[in-house]
């Protein structure tokens, strides 16, 4: 069956350095989305894209954060100038289009920043 | 403000019981409700309910949608200890593709 991979699997930064997540959605899916989930806290909704550009994004998702496509195949998700409390695991997930179909996610990135 | 609340937050049942997991949501414009199940990593999607009173069957795991009372209920029945996980609700409103999630309910299940 498909999935949505995601790299690294675990990334450890400085504090103040810039950080890319890497996410290959599934290959028929047209919406893609990045989640965020403190350790011990619920999934929060950070950013969706669609047709190239940003369809929707949280408070969350301020001018430290960045999305891109810059290929048919990854969906990448920057964090510039990364703050202690940016370490969290982050989700990517993808969906088909159709408006019954629901969101397949990645396995995450564990973000530790130091 | 959209707002998912699940109950209870933790539970803990002995293989073979039955338990039912609850969320209940305020948001606009609902468009459906999904479950998750998410035990180390990646949510694995369960259901995804769209029309109240319509039950949704997946071997030992049901759900169904009230859209009245803005609730919706997960059974496990014969619960095993591969369903230890915590169990997420999610509700997708309005006209972007915002998921809201909710706190999880985590569900121990022992032997």
């Known amino acids: 069956e498909p999935e949505v991979t995601q790299t690294p699997s675990h990334q450890v930064t400085q504090m103040g350095q810039e950080v890319i997540l890497r996410c290959v959605p599934i290959?028929?899916?047209?919406?893609f989305y990045w989640y965020r989930q403190i350790l011990g806290q619920k999934v929060e909704f950070l950013v969706s894209?669609?047709?190239?550009?940003?369809?929707?994004k949280s408070e969350i998702f301020d001018d430290q954060f960045s999305v891109e496509r810059p290929d048919g195949s990854n969906f990448t998700l920057k964090i510039r100038s990364t703050k202690l409390e940016d370490s969290a695991m982050y989700f990517c997930?993808?969906?088909?289009?159709?408006?019954?179909?629901?969101?397949?996610f990645g396995d995450g990135t564990r973000l530790s920043i130091l | 403000e959209d707002k998912v609340v699940q109950s209870p937050l933790s539970l803990v049942v002995h293989e073979g019981d039955t338990v039912t997991l609850n969320c209940s949501y305020e948001?606009?414009?609902?468009?459906?409700l999904l479950w998750y199940k998410q035990e180390k990593k990646a949510p694995t999607f369960l259901f995804m309910l769209?029309?109240?009173?319509i039950e949704k069957k997946s071997g030992r795991l049901s759900s169904i949608l009230d859209k009245k009372e803005l609730f919706s209920i997960l059974n496990i029945t014969a619960t095993q200890t591969g369903d230890s996980a915590v169990y997420l609700c999610?509700?997708?409103?309005?006209?972007?593709?915002?998921?809201?999630f909710g706190p999880g309910t985590r569900l121990s299940v022992l032997p």
């Open positions: 997930a993808s969906r088909q289009g159709y408006s019954n179909q629901p969101q397949h």
């Open positions: 290959s028929n899916h047209l919406y």
């Open positions: 894209f669609y047709n190239n550009e940003i369809s929707e």
């Open positions: 948001v606009t414009n609902f468009r459906s």
């Open positions: 769209t029309s109240s009173g």
């Open positions: 999610a509700v997708a409103s309005g006209y972007g593709q915002n998921f809201v």
